[in-house]
């Protein structure tokens, strides 16, 4: 069964039009839950970890937020260097070092 | 700049042959991945190490045979691949349980 769905799989954004990306979850228990950003390519670049509901993270443009059953990714004015794919991903209980994958967001900012 | 180097970035390869995927961290971590890639899919997760043991085998083929000398190095051992087999093959590093950090990453392509 899926344990991680994003949503949606491709996003088209004029500069500056803000919006979200939506990662569900189905693990109990979170330990955490892990968003990444990856260039084409490229290996994914770490960005956040989040372990709490309620826990929010920012760095530039970017802010991650948790609930009990998803995170979302907001963008907040996207520039054109914002464009690449957004991987999420989620870290069970008792799993050591078992992360469960999502398909990832594509998102292009169109100048 | 990575903490994690991964070579050849490039690889072609036919069916018959025998090549090798090699990775380095920099970061002083005691776990290290090897995850496939493929389009449209989550990331696999193919093998996992800490401290140099092998503690995850996510019944990967025998034609993939993972090395871990020591607790920085890691290999990844190809022969006798199928087409299907062609992908990104993403080493990553880890504090064990924590979040984790991946290289660049090596295409690998089987003709």
């Known amino acids: 069964e899926d344990q991680v769905t994003q949503s949606p799989e491709a996003l088209r954004l004029q500069e500056g039009e803000s919006s979200s990306l939506n990662c569900s979850y189905t693990?109990?228990?979170?330990?955490?839950l892990f968003w990444y950003r990856q260039d084409p390519g490229k290996g994914p670049e770490f960005l956040f970890t989040?372990?709490?509901a309620g826990e929010e993270k920012e760095k530039e443009r970017l802010k991650a937020t948790l609930t009990k059953k998803e995170s979302f990714l907001h963008i907040t004015a996207p520039k054109p260097e914002d464009s690449a794919t957004y991987l999420c991903?989620?870290?069970?209980?008792?799993?050591?070092?078992?992360?469960?994958f999502g398909t990832g967001t594509s998102l292009t900012v169109i100048p | 700049e990575t903490g994690v180097t991964q070579t050849p970035r490039h690889l072609v390869m036919g069916m018959t042959n025998k090549k090798s995927l090699k990775c380095e961290q920099h970061?002083?971590?005691?776990?290290m991945y090897w995850y496939k890639q493929s389009a449209k899919k989550p990331l696999e997760l193919m093998f996992v190490?800490?401290?140099?043991?092998?503690?995850e085998n996510n019944s990967v083929p025998s034609r993939f045979s993972p090395e871990c000398p020591n607790s920085s190095h890691l290999f990844l051992h190809l022969h006798t691949l199928q087409p299907e087999d062609s992908a990104l093959y993403l080493c990553?590093?880890?504090?064990?349980?924590?979040?984790?950090?991946f290289g660049e990453g090596s295409w690998l392509t089987v003709v």
């Open positions: 990553a590093s880890s504090q064990r349980g924590n979040t984790i950090y």
């Open positions: 991903a989620v870290q069970a209980p008792n799993t050591g070092n078992q992360f469960y």
């Open positions: 989040l372990y709490s």
């Open positions: 970061l002083g971590h005691n776990a």
């Open positions: 190490y800490n401290f140099k043991e092998q503690t």
């Open positions: 693990v109990s228990g979170l330990r955490g």
